[in-house]
């Protein structure tokens, strides 16, 4: 390797920041390996913490051949990205935000992978939802970073919404938020009357995550991130979350039509639109996030089957395609970090100085192209195998398969010959040279282990395939055997058909480049339309905090006590809750003269001219309800009240040296004010008699006035309800009150330069 | 308001005012008080203090920042409450210790509960200031 020189002056990697990411997945990936053959064996790993026992949530793991997959994937392939962009980001600023990001974001999706609680996994597919938000949008200083980052915090945000609602409707639906316990009654969920919307509700998430039509607009924007965080989400992870769940809830929810014919004709439709998108790129990088499309959407469209064949086809292609893509698109970061681009028109003849990213590019297009012996034939080869077994018009989605697949051929060739081999005569920005080591050797591992396990498909057939088919299908016995050679038949027949419909299409890629480009501008632009529904929602917003909040106090307190009024009087209408009158007869005269002097205050103050009159009529008022306090024996609250009064007092004269004199006249009379006063007040007052008609339930009272003295040691009964019994409300109460003392000295002290301390 | 009357008789007034509501915090499990109480009578000692000399030798006599105090009394608030979940019981569970403890007489107790209204009369007193200090500042 020649990059001695480069590096001389070039940091080669942060340090123990880099590197302790890097064991910690190799640990994990470790772990998960020794537990592989105990599930190969047919067992299954269940570990149960309790987590809000009251409300039934565990957080509870559970390892099964499909979790060990998708677990010894992320994890892998997660330790050597890590590896990677040490040297990829090697003296970044911020490259110890970014391995705290990225391994955060690994450490969320196995945690997504193994949960077996519906609450639990819902939290863990909002952490990758975070995380990978933060790590699209690592690349902060560009307006296109922030505005991918956004798009899939909120297509995915919007999505996992869905999900959690899904979740509960079937966690209550079934009686249990364990999934191990929800699919093992798949005929009782599959008849369940909520079936449909908890299918809808769960699908709106998956799809929204995986990216299938129409929510696919996100993942070609997210390209914005480091190349190496696209290896990770775009290969084995993110993305392949919501193929996951639908992976875990097939055994649950599999097999009708409604599941049947939406994941069909969504992957299908998925499939053959991204690769043709595909092939119109011209940005290496870009070009695999839509080969990334084609293959989430071929991986729904298995899922929405049952046979035996298909089900295999999808446990091979899942594994394949994260070996190929993760590999393939740390070669384009090889070629773009050497050379200073990733256009596929200007670059040409790296193959003598990149030896080894050519090789490994080579090795991994092979078995995305579907060449035997590598796995990706086996696959290619399974996946028709699996189409052909569809009940239902198997040859109009074999047609779509294998128009797919050629041009993913065709796609192979772009990215992994072209670079390398072609001569455009061009110049480079940037002398290439070959990438160090710890780039290598990810792609070069990745792209080699996808030859490996062509060559002997056992090793995979009996360690994750089989377990997975075993999820999917709980038995092993449907698993077909992973082959080279099948003999000829229909599948083989495909697959030359695919071969030579690839060439075609690789040999006249650029021919086809216009027309591709004119098809898909005059078909609906989803990019666009997104700006425009974010722009419609950013219009509704200001228009409305026009009308609501327009920045005059009146009009926020007229908005505030109209929406009391009409909320509480019109329940009271529409229930007919008038009360009676009340009982006046052991009323007092200090009652009366407490209700007299309450009621002169404030009528005072609505219609004084004077400031001064009007802060002493209200003061007033607050002494006349802190007086009814202490008529009724509650002392601590009677000191609250006066005390607060005494403030209020104090921040109102503050206040007044600056306000502008009162409408001396008394023309500034407002009627629609007096109604919705009057009206308010009147609605509470029947409310409290309302309240009144039903008994008092004591209970709570007298709980407190039992063990305030016993269990808490105190007498006062208020204060120990507020610092002991209910000490959280009262947590949650005190920082309200930092967070707006801080709101208001904010407030204060922008509308004027800040003064001299 | 510049009287001299008013700023010495207030100075002294302060001070009063901060020691009954030191008195408010203590007595306020078993009597009238506690920490709002408390936080709310010692503000209003410095609220004076403030209109009557100035917030500058307000600020002076106080030392710190009242936001920085708000913001100390919700961290010992928040510690009093964990403290309890360090040791196997429910957040915010009060823990006492009761210090010269006879079979006739509890001596005296200390408790997380104390601490936690000494945090809610910090961030009463300290919110309250911020508030006012800033007001009286842009006027």
Known sequence: MNDDT??????????????????????????????????????????VWDWVPSL??????????????????????????????????????????????????????????LADNLIGLFVFWELTTITSYLLIGFGHDTTKGRRSALQALFVTGAGALALLAGFILLGFSMGSFELSEILVQADALKAHEMYLPILILILAGTFTKSAQFPFHFWLPNAMAAPTPVSAFLHS????????????????????????????????????????????????????????????????????????????????????????????????????????????????????????????AAGLAALSMAGFPPFLGFIGKELKYAGILAIGSEPFIFAAALLLANALMFAVAGIVALRPFWQRTGIALPRKPQEAPWTMLAGPVILAVLGALFGV?????????????????????????????????????????????????????????????????????????????????????????????????LRRYIFATFATVLIAIGGTMLLRNAMPALPDLSDITFQNVALVVLISAGALLTAVTSSRIAAMAALGVVGIGVAMIFIVFSAPDVAITQLLVETLVVVLVAVALLRLPVLDENGRDRRPLDAILAGGVGLSVTLVLLAVLETPLDLRLTEYFEVTSWPEAFGRNIVNVILVDFRALDTFGEIAVVVIAALSAYALLRTTHPRKDP | MNSIILRVGTQ???????????????????????????????????????????????????????????????????????????????????????????????????????FFDIGVYLVVFGSILSIVFAMEEEI
């Open chain 1, 6 to 47: 480069a590096t001389a002056t070039k940091p080669t990697g942060n340090g123990l920041v880099g590197l302790i990411p890097v064991g910690i997945a190799l640990l994990l990936f470790g772990w998960f390996l020794s537990l592989a053959p105990a599930i190969a064996d047919g067992q299954t790993l269940r570990v």
């Open chain 1, 56 to 113: 039934g949530i565990s957080m509870s793991f559970l390892l099964d051949g499909l979790s060990l997959t998708f677990a010894l994937l992320i994890s892998g392939i997660g330790a050597l990205v890590l590896l990677y962009s040490n040297t990829y980001l090697a003296g970044h600023p911020q490259f110890a935000r970014f391995a705290l990001f990225l391994t955060s974001f690994m450490l969320a999706m196995l945690g997504l992978v």
């Open chain 1, 236 to 359: 084995a992870t993110m993305v392949k979350a919501g193929v996951y769940l639908m992976a875990r809830m097939h055994p649950g929810m599999s097999g009708t039509d409604v599941w049947f014919w939406t994941l069909t004709i969504a992957g299908a439709f998925t499939a053959v639109f991204a690769s043709i998108l595909a092939l119109r790129q011209t940005d290496l990088k870009q070009a695999l996030a839509y080969t990334t499309l084609m293959a989430l959407g071929t991986l729904t469209l298995f899922l929405g089957q049952t046979s035996g064949y298909a089900m295999t086809a999808f446990a091979t292609f899942l594994v394949v395609h994260s070996l190929y893509k993760a590999s393939l698109f740390l070669v384009v970061g090889c070629i773009d970090h050497s050379t200073g681009t990733r256009e596929a028109d200007v670059l040409g003849g790296l193959g003598r100085i990149m030896p080894f990213t050519a090789f």
């Open chain 1, 456 to 552: 002997y498909p056992d090793l995979l057939q009996v360690s994750l395939v089989d377990p997975t088919v075993k999820s999917l299908l709980g038995s092993i016995e449907d698993s077909k055997e992973l082959k080279l050679w099948a003999g000829v038949n229909m599948p083989l027949i495909m697959s030359i058909a695919t071969v030579a419909l690839g060439a075609a299409l690789y040999l006249g890629h650029k021919r086809l480049r216009p027309a591709l480009g004119r098809l898909v501008d005059a078909s609906p632009q989803f990019d666009n339309g997104w700006d425009r529904f974010l722009a419609g929602l950013k219009a509704f917003a200001a228009w409305q905090t026009r009308i609501i909040q327009p920045g005059i």
């Open chain 2, 12 to 114: 002294y007034l302060c001070g009063i005012l901060v020691l009954f509501s030191l008195y408010m915090l203590i007595r306020g499990h078993n009597e009238p008080g506690g920490g709002f109480i408390g936080g709310l009578i010692g503000s209003t000692g410095f609220v004076l203090f403030a209109l009557a000399c100035g917030t500058a030798d307000a600020r002076n006599a106080l030392k710190v920042m009242p936001q920085n105090i708000a913001m100390a009394g919700l961290g010992i608030a928040l510690l009093a409450g964990i403290y309890a979940a360090i040791f196997g019981d429910a957040l915010f569970t009060g823990q006492w210790l009761f210090i010269n403890e006879t079979p006739e007489d509890k001596g005296i107790p200390i408790s997380t509960v104390l």
